[in-house]
Nanobody, 124 residues
Framework: QVLLVESGGGLVQAGGSLTLSCAAS????????MAWFRQAPGKEREFVGA????????YYGDSVKGRSTISRDNDKNTLYLQINSLKPEDTAVYYC?????????????????WGQGTQVTVSS
């Protein structure tokens, strides 16, 4: 059983930055395509970005493109998401997800494992 645990969320002022981490255990992290999604109250789960198994060619959703960086450390079994220039509309629960077969997807359905989420709140 794969366990994903997010951390790093919290309350941040608009314009600030935040780095989220997702620690994986119980599986073969280096073989998974990984992604970040977020969900705000009353809204659907939204694709934030994804990265392939080797950590090449990260891809970002339109809402965070140009101010975010996704990376991974396969030796530490950890996925990261840094968001800069945070806005109140970035407020959401952020989830990491693992897909055991390539490629990654912007659709949440194909992902096999999910973390419990970490809350990010951006104050104006």
């Amino acid at each position: 059983q794969v366990l994903l645990v997010e951390s790093g969320g919290g309350l941040v002022q608009a314009g600030g930055s935040l780095t989220l981490s997702c620690a994986a255990s119980g599986g073969t992290f280096r073989t998974y395509s990984m992604a970040w999604f977020r969900q705000a109250p009353g809204k659907e789960r939204e694709f934030v970005g994804a990265i392939d198994r080797r950590g090449y060619n990260p891809y970002y959703g339109d809402s965070v493109k140009g101010r975010s960086t996704i990376s991974r450390d396969n030796d530490k079994n950890t996925l990261y998401l840094q968001i800069n220039s945070l806005k109140p509309e970035d407020t959401a629960v952020y989830y990491c997800a693992a897909k055991t077969s390539p490629p990654w997807s912007s659709n949440p359905r194909p992902y096999n494992y999910w973390g419990q989420g970490t809350q990010v709140t951006v104050s104006s």
